[in-house]
């Protein structure tokens, strides 16, 4: 079974907030489009993924994600992240009810197509699964098989929550570059050291002398 893929991007300019340690005001929308061509592309690499979906308000995240071969899908709830999260769903199963659909975020430059394919691999053993981040608090993958809705719960102590929603742990070695999301400088340093995606690594040479 190949999987359809949910993709969150907000709005460019209220991106990356948290990079400011890092990335002037002026180049984080740069550097967080280019976080999620990166994803994109890796998304669309991996041999598990059917498609990808990427939802979004912003005209040019939706130009350039759209160029890659994402279909884009109107953030028309409004309602933050997790509202974004399961209408794209429920979009994508309008259209195909079988569809197992999981939630990627759209921070992992360093994703690896094969690594992501072992992280869904394991997920289908399960009705609802999520893949923790490299900080062991959050999530970067939440997975739901067919018949079984998403039910996202990211934000604050997302892996926590997602535990409590009775979604199963995916407790798996050497999938890095499915767990190393980027909200710090720090973590780009450590995602640039696993190895980014061209975008990304076109971007960081901007800000980190050396790359």
Known sequence: MQWTLVIPVKPLSRAKSRLSDTAADLLRPGLALAFAQDTVAAALA??????VAVVTDDALAGRELG??????VSDEPHGGLNAALAH????VRSARPESAVAALNADLPALRP??????????????????PDAAAIGTTLLA???GWELRPAFGMDSRARHRTSGAAELVLDAVDSVRQDVDTGADLRTALALGVGPR?????????PGQ
Do not use: N, Y
């Open 114 to 131: 094969l690594e992501l394919a072992r992280v869904l691999e394991a997920a289908m053993e399960f009705p609802r699964a999520f893949l």
């Open 88 to 91: 794209a769903a429920a979009v």
């Open 46 to 51: 991996c041999p598990a993924v059917k498609d």
């Open 144 to 146: 739901a098989r067919e």
């Open 67 to 72: 160029a890659l071969g994402a279909h884009i």
């Open 200 to 208: 990304t690594a076109q971007a960081a040479r901007l800000l980190i």
